[in-house]
T-cell receptor, first 118, second 111 residues
Framework: GAVVSQHPSWVICKSGTSVKIECRSL??????MFWYRQFPKQSLMLMAT?????????EQGVEKDKFLINHASLTLSTLTVTSAHPEDSSFYIC??????????????FGQGTRLTVV | GENVEQHPSTLSVQEGDSAVIKCTYS??????FPWYKQELGKRPQLIIDIRSNVGEKKDQRIAVTLNKTAKHFSLHITETQPEDSAVYFCAVHNYGQNFVFGPGTRLSVLP
């Protein structure tokens, strides 16, 4: 199966600072990447969808100026949480959907990043 | 948009018994239905999936059944083992759209 690597796996930051999370597809080109947020004991909630070379599409209620997404290449998407606050503390997971060579509906998940804002 | 419900939210079974989790969805155009297992602090792992042109699929102790008319699909785990304890999420996908996840079911297999 395809491998998606997410980094870092956990991060603690001070309130007001920014944090960048990377999502890389290691052995395939990801035409589409998704960013999810998961609060404790809850399901995965889609934050935004990014396609390589174009602006991300954000879900309703997600602040695009706070959660900056850059999908600059077919193997890398980044999520930057700007001016983080304690309520942004959560588990962030990316997933990537391959282009050619895979069934077009499959998606593969990164390991997730646990963000704690203090 | 798509609305996915999942029941039960928690499920406890004795080791060796069967477990069944059911999901319902609203968009009749949805055509791909995966099930994910997520252990604490880890990424979701695909355990089985089914497409809209199939009614049932089985992989060893795990099976999924799909009723497109009624818009529901179910995960069946037989001969449960303690290592099956986790949170299970169903998801619904329509080609070209995003995955929508169910709220999850916490399965506990008691030894």
């Amino acid at each position: 199966g395809a491998v998606v690597s997410q980094h870092p796996s956990w991060v603690i930051c001070k309130s007001g600072t920014s944090v960048k999370i990377e999502c890389r597809s290691l052995d395939f080109q990801a035409t589409t990447m998704f960013w999810y947020r998961q609060f404790p004991k809850q399901s995965l909630m889609l934050m935004a969808t990014s396609n390589e070379g174009s602006k991300a599409t954000y879900e309703q209620g997600v602040e695009k100026d706070k959660f900056l997404i850059n999908h600059a290449s077919l193997t890398l998407s980044t999520l930057t949480v700007t001016s983080a606050h304690p309520e942004d503390s959560s588990f962030y997971i990316c997933s990537a959907r391959p282009g050619q060579g895979f069934v077009n509906t499959e998606a593969f998940f990164g390991q997730g990043t646990r963000l704690t804002v203090v | 948009g798509e609305n996915v419900e999942q029941h039960p939210s928690t499920l406890s079974v004795q080791e060796g018994d069967s477990a069944v989790i059911k999901c319902t969805y609203s968009d009749s155009a949805s055509n791909y239905f995966p099930w994910y297992k997520q252990e604490l602090g880890k990424r979701p792992q695909l355990i089985i999936d089914i497409r809209s042109n199939v009614g049932e699929k089985k992989d060893q102790r795990i099976a999924v059944t799909l009723n497109k008319t009624a818009k529901h699909f179910s995960l069946h785990i037989t001969e449960t083992q303690p290592e099956d304890s986790a949170v299970y999420f169903c998801a619904v996908h329509n080609y070209g759209q995003n995955f929508v996840f169910g709220p999850g079911t916490r399965l506990s297999v008691l030894p």
